[in-house]
């Protein structure tokens, strides 16, 4: 609309200076060369402007000429660059698609024509990583480090270089630097806390966590449980591992104690805090947690620890004590046992046949019939009942155990870190689901849904 306006207020203006020229024609007269011009003013005027126009049209189409070459190396460079940028999206797009040989010729291609080492560095580096020349990878990858723009990228692909080749002090090392290029990157700190649990470095994994947390998708509940295993292993930590025989410094309860309000009926850490308090002749503290985790969680271990906590040796007062903990929770065949087990020590053989005959309500395992074939000894030393017992034990199904939920390594306590594939919190109690997996749990499996995120 504006330009409709602006050519009808050039076409007035034109026709106005016409209208004008023709009421006041005048005249112009002037001798040159011996010729005597006689004309009119508009006529001088629309000569005047043709020829400004002419002289104009004239510089413009020299001044062209002139930089025609600057124009022509403009466009070809253009192209040259429309060309480079193809084929470094071409690269990636192969990459993508694992597409080794693709990916080569295109990251080729892009270095030759872009010659910006910013931008091919990456796909070259991806490209000869899927040619398997983890080398000349690596080679691009630190070369990255130089540029500011790319160093995250670069000390990401070398940490998941030392990743693949299960240099795991070599990834924690680049996991640090990486974390503190980029303080969001949930990828990193997903693996970071990783390896300092793995390392055993648990102040450094906790503070790692503190920033995994606020990244991750953990559940409350999940977060609470992981922190609280963070702050009892670095109790365990000021304690030399094991509170036996030592006396348990006040900062090392008070993380105790801190881990046990995050984490209230997790067993392993209701049995360490027990231990640590036994330790520092705090037997109170100790007898209220194994009390108030029964109710939620009745583990076998429980039941072990608690029964010594009161006249350890004597059975009858034993039983006492054993009793007030089992009403706080529902009848479970590891309740039964245990008191059946109490009955057997105490010679009172009659109360230890109905606990075990309790037993055989639930599943029994091998602990029930091999306790069957101990009071046959004890009672009538009945050898041939018990041997009956004995091969109804051989046939009953296992205990259950702690095993890693991940490799399936077994063990009679729990553990933070598996010492066959090094998962944090994998443990479980119960039967393994599978065999046991002999090679390396490679830390890289796990996070191999972020390999195409930038981190």
């Not at 583990?299 to 072990?304: D, F, K, S, T, V």
């Not at 009071?375 to 155990?401: F, G, H, I, S």
Request: one cysteine or more.
């Amino acid at each position: 609309m504006i330009r409709v306006i602006w050519f009808l207020a050039k076409v007035t203006l034109l026709a106005l200076i016409a209208v004008w020229f023709a009421e006041y024609p005048g005249k112009v007269e002037f001798e040159w060369h011996g010729y005597i011009v006689d004309t009119y003013v508009g006529i001088v005027v629309l000569i005047v402007l043709c020829v400004a126009w002419l002289i104009s049209t004239g510089f413009g189409m020299i001044a062209r000429l002139i930089q025609s070459p600057t124009m022509i190396s403009d466009w070809y460079e253009h192209k040259q660059l429309a060309t480079g940028y193809r084929a470094l999206t071409q690269g990636m797009v192969a990459v993508a698609a694992g597409d080794a040989d693709a990916a080569l010729k295109f990251s080729q291609k892009a270095q030759a024509i872009l010659k910006d080492p910013p931008l091919t560095l990456l796909l070259t580096a991806q490209a000869a990583q899927l040619n398997g020349n983890e080398k000349v990878a690596e080679k691009y990858f630190k070369e990255m480090l130089a540029f500011p723009e790319m160093d995250f990228l670069g000390m990401r692909g070398l940490l998941m270089q030392s990743l693949k080749k299960g240099d795991s002090q070599a990834a924690l090392s680049l996991a640090r630097k990486a974390s503190q290029l980029k303080k969001k990157s949930r990828f990193i700190f997903d693996v970071l806390f990783e390896l300092e649990c793995r390392d055993r470095n648990w102040t450094g994994a906790l503070k790692a966590f503190d920033e995994h947390r606020k990244l991750s998708d953990l559940t409350v509940e999940a977060a609470r449980r992981k922190k609280a295993i963070l702050l009892m292993e670095i109790a365990r930590e000021e304690q030399g591992l094991e509170p036996v025989q030592t006396i348990v410094s006040n900062s090392a309860l008070k993380k105790m104690s801190q881990a046990l309000s995050l984490a209230p009926s997790f067993v392993p850490l209701v049995l360490e805090y027990a231990h640590f308090h036994v330790q520092a002749v705090k037997i109170k503290h100790a007898v209220r947690a194994i009390e108030d985790c029964w109710p939620v969680v009745q583990h076998p271990a429980l039941l072990e620890v608690y029964k010594n906590l009161r006249e350890a040796g004597h059975s009858l007062p034993q039983i006492k004590f054993m009793q007030r903990l089992l009403e706080k929770g529902p009848e479970t065949i590891d309740g039964h046992y245990a008191l059946a087990e109490l009955y057997v020590k105490a010679s009172l053989f009659g109360q230890a046949r109905d606990h075990l005959s309790d037993c055989m309500k639930f599943k029994p395992t091998k602990r029930v019939y091999l306790l069957y074939a101990e009071l046959e000894r004890q009672q009538y030393q009945d050898e041939a009942t018990a041997r009956e017992w004995l091969m109804k034990a051989a046939a009953a199904p296992e205990d259950p155990v702690w095993f890693c939920g991940s490799c399936y390594e077994t063990g009679n306590k729990w553990r933070a870190v598996c010492s066959n594939c090094g998962d944090f919190d994998a443990y479980e109690f119960g039967m393994p689901h599978g065999k046991k997996i002999n090679k390396e749990h490679l830390i890289l499996e796990k996070f191999d849904s972020h390999l195409s995120a930038a981190g």
